[in-house]
Nanobody, 116 residues
Framework: QVQLVESGGSLVQPGGSLRLSCAASGISINTYIMTWYRRAPGKQRELVASITSGGSTNYLNSVRGRFTISRDNAMNTVYLQMNSLKPEDSAVYYC??????????WGQGTQVTISS
């Protein structure tokens, strides 16, 4: 059984930092493209960051330079370091592992709230 478990979401003040983690079981993430998505209330889901098995990364324009995605294949975990957080970063953040349409898995999400 495949599981992706996100953690690290919290309430922080603007300008603060958080590190989200996504621990995988049942798959080896080193063969998957790992991505972080987010969905804010009333908005569409958006892809925040992705990292390939080779380590290539891609970011949503609004988070580039503030967020960093990384992966630890030995720990089977992917991370999202988020710095200089803004209120508009508030959302539920989801981890996704994708290798094909038949091999796509989602976590349950973790809430990130940026507010003073």
């Amino acid at each position: 059984q495949v599981q992706l478990v996100e953690s690290g979401g919290s309430l922080v003040q603007p300008g603060g930092s958080l590190r989200l983690s996504c621990a995988a079981s049942g798959i080896s993430i080193n063969t998957y493209i790992m991505t972080w998505y987010r969905r804010a209330p009333g908005k569409q889901r958006e892809l925040v960051a992705s990292i390939t098995s080779g380590g290539s990364t891609n970011y949503l324009n609004s988070v580039r330079g503030r967020f960093t995605i990384s992966r630890d294949n030995a720990m089977n975990t992917v991370y999202l370091q988020m710095n200089s957080l803004k209120p508009e970063d508030s959302a539920v953040y989801y981890c996704c592992a994708m290798r094909s349409l038949a091999s796509t898995y989602w976590g349950q999400g973790t809430q990130v709230t940026i507010s003073s």
